[in-house]
């Protein structure tokens, strides 16, 4: 559906839709911490005031009751009004608030939907929320004609505080529920004159005064009733984690997926002599990482001795809240489809260039030839420079530094031995390369790389992206090689090992390479179907990072678990892969599950590049890349699994790939390569 921009200027925002707008924090794309129970309570105070503004209930400081059980039209106030409407017994508001807390994320989920489908919110990818553009900050601020979607509610708020305006119900009501929330001191700059003239406006409205009230109290009460409910975190036994399957397969999703079966969805382990490992698992558990996890979780903890490593602080992978949104927007060209689209000549020449050296006949170790396939483009697309040279040493030093400082499956020397401090040396030489060449003359007329906005982030902030972080970010840049390189190696054993779907994308790549090699707009949903479906179908059966490692920050509860502060979660957003009530027949490789009606990955069960803010920023760069190389692959070479009996197994730590016994040989060149 689409919504026009005077549909935005006449359509009267309900108070959920106002309460959210007024709690959006642009620093950060989301909410102005507002722990989850008080929002949760104030969001459900917005609803039910919007029904008595509508006339469908009343309520006072004693009891609520319905007037009207028609519908509104708008399925964030509806689902409420039908349960009032259910229950026989009159309740008082805070009875309500209490009850229907739990369900107000669901209100904000739907009510941050129709805002962007109004255009006043712009959707980013990670769960981030801005003001959109072609409604733009000023503009909605400055307000408009009386009961428009652009007269926003921040400014009618500072004109009943700041100017002594005397608000109208609605605005009141809004006041009231911000200051439940204690938000303003974030919004406002307040001295005593205006705390005392927002207590005042607070006392105006007696819908407003009653719902606040309620809010007040349950928000009070949130600690206590969250204890009394949770639940223990069962464990699972040792029997039944050595014994499984999967452990000796290296399938950590499928392994996840067994023992939350068994044990719900959040479980935990007690390795010997170690801190318990508690797990999240399940699209439910999933849908509330995605969703909720910012304002409980976060990732600085686990991942700031490995940072160390390199001399850096404060990386994208390890920030969170305003300076990880900053960040994130700020690289998100870098990492886009639009980028890669824009230079699919050079791929196409550093793939082909690299193919030409395979020999009919030969095998090769799947890992060295799809990692150094990959690492031959992404060097020059993201850093200007040819690295395969010192990529081996680039790699074998960050896996080790993983495995120590994240994983912590080894002791700590095991990062500085000779060997170690050898290969440590290759990041050095890669950021001298890196800085040799970006210099603005050799820049000139060269489209823009990731290297380019990184070093035009620290000369323009040197604090938000100091010196220090250069090495890790440009060295990053090509350890996406690893992650990419594997999940091809994953994709290259599924299309070898099933004949019939490597037929069906040899047909779409035979014709689109036919002619010359396919721009941006050839490889759309229509001409590369199969090969899409087919990606998509390995990255849910070969997720190359199966999960994710959080801390608790602010205690909370997951399905009626309560998760404590300073707890290390094991978010296993993958497990859900291989769970039969979200993938039926999960062993099975199906790509016909992402057609309608079945649609199988439009459920928070499909994450295969994580949740929430971490949400993997490439995704759509690396679909590109995977398929442009799958297509290339499949046009000019038949290959086959080697040896012809391999059985596949994974090699889980720290990313899953297969392991080492798999090759593949190249059995006949269909077309010859010119670069």
Not at 171 to 182: E, G, K, Q
């Amino acid at each position: 559906m689409t919504t026009s921009a005077t549909d935005v200027t006449t359509h009267r925002l309900s108070l959920p839709e106002e309460l959210v707008l007024t709690l959006l924090n642009e620093e950060n794309g989301y909410f102005h911490q507002v722990p989850g129970w008080d929002l949760n309570c104030a969001v459900i105070g917005a609803v039910l005031a919007e029904l008595s503004l509508l006339s469908r209930i009343d309520t006072d400081m004693a009891s609520l009751f319905l007037l009207d059980q028609t519908a509104t039209g708008n399925p964030a106030l509806d689902n409420t009004l039908e349960e009032i409407a259910g229950e026989p017994t009159r309740r008082n508001a805070q009875y309500w608030i209490e009850r229907l807390a739990p369900q107000a994320e669901n209100v904000i989920d739907l009510t941050l939907d129709r805002l962007v489908e109004l255009r006043i919110l712009e959707y980013h990818d990670g769960e981030f929320w801005t003001l959109a553009r072609n409604t733009g900050s000023s503009e909605l601020f400055a307000g408009a004609s009386e009961g428009s979607g652009l007269q926003f509610v921040k400014t009618r708020i500072s004109n009943a505080i700041f100017n002594n305006e005397i608000p109208d119900p609605r605005d009141s009501i809004i006041i009231c529920l911000v200051n439940a929330c204690d938000v303003f001191r974030f919004m406002f700059q307040l001295d005593d004159e205006a705390e005392e003239r927002i207590a005042f406006l607070c006392n105006l409205d007696l819908i407003g005064r009653s719902i606040a009230a309620a809010v007040s109290q349950n928000i009070a009460g949130a600690l206590f009733r969250r204890s009394a409910l949770a639940k223990r975190i069962p464990t699972v036994s040792l029997g039944k984690l050595i014994f499984n399957p999967h452990v000796r397969d290296g399938n950590v999703p499928a392994l996840l997926a067994d023992l939350a079966k068994e044990y719900g969805p959040v479980f935990q382990i007690r390795p010997p002599l170690s801190k318990p490992m508690i797990f999240l698992a399940g699209p439910d558990a999933n849908q509330w990482v995605h969703r909720r996890g910012r304002m409980y979780l976060r990732a600085k903890d686990y991942f700031s001795d490995f940072e160390k490593v390199y001399g850096a602080s404060g990386v994208l992978p390890s920030l969170d809240g305003a300076d990880h949104f900053r960040l994130r927007k700020s690289l998100s060209a870098a990492y886009s489809r639009g980028r890669l689209a824009g230079q699919l000549d050079q791929l196409y020449f550093q793939a082909k260039r690299y193919m030409s050296e395979w020999e009919v006949g030969d095998a090769y170790s799947a890992k060295h030839l799809c990692r150094r396939m990959i690492n031959s483009q992404i060097s020059p697309l993201f850093v200007s420079v040819e690295s395969q040279d010192i990529f081996d040493d680039l790699t074998t030093y960050k896996e080790r530094a993983l495995v120590t400082h994240v994983i912590k499956a080894l002791p700590k020397f095991m990062l500085k031995t000779p060997g170690m401090r050898r290969r440590a040396k290759a990041v050095e030489v890669l950021l001298d390369r890196v800085q040799g060449v970006h210099t603005p003359a050799q820049r000139a007329d060269s489209p823009r790389n990731l290297a380019d906005d990184i070093l035009s982030l620290h000369a323009s902030d040197p604090q938000f992206v100091p010196e220090s972080n250069l090495r890790f970010a440009l060295a990053a840049a090509l350890i996406a090689s690893v992650y990419l390189g594997d999940a091809f190696s994953f994709t290259l054993y599924a299309m070898a090992s099933q004949p019939e779907i490597y037929e069906r994308i040899q047909s779409e790549a035979d014709a689109l390479f036919t002619n010359g090699d396919p721009d941006g707009q050839d490889l759309n949903p229509s001409t590369i179907d199969v090969t899409h479906r087919f990606l998509m179908e390995c990255l849910r059966m070969y997720p190359i990072v199966p999960l994710s490692i959080r801390n608790v920050m602010n205690s909370c509860v997951v399905e009626d678990f309560e998760l404590p502060v300073g707890s290390r979660l094991y978010i296993a957003q993958t497990a859900s892969h291989y769970m039969e009530d979200v993938f039926p027949e999960p062993t099975k490789f199906d790509i016909d599950r992402y057609l309608p009606p079945r649609n199988e990955h439009l459920h928070p069960g499909y994450a295969p590049y994580g949740l929430g803010t971490h949400t993997c920023l490439g995704s759509r760069w690396m679909e590109l890349q995977l398929a442009v190389n799958v297509l290339m692959v499949a046009h000019y070479f038949n290959i086959k699994v080697s040896p012809d009996d391999y059985k596949l197994k994974y090699s889980p730590i720290p990313s899953m790939k297969p392991n080492k016994k798999l090759k593949f040989l190249i059995a006949e060149k269909r077309h010859e390569l010119s670069y």
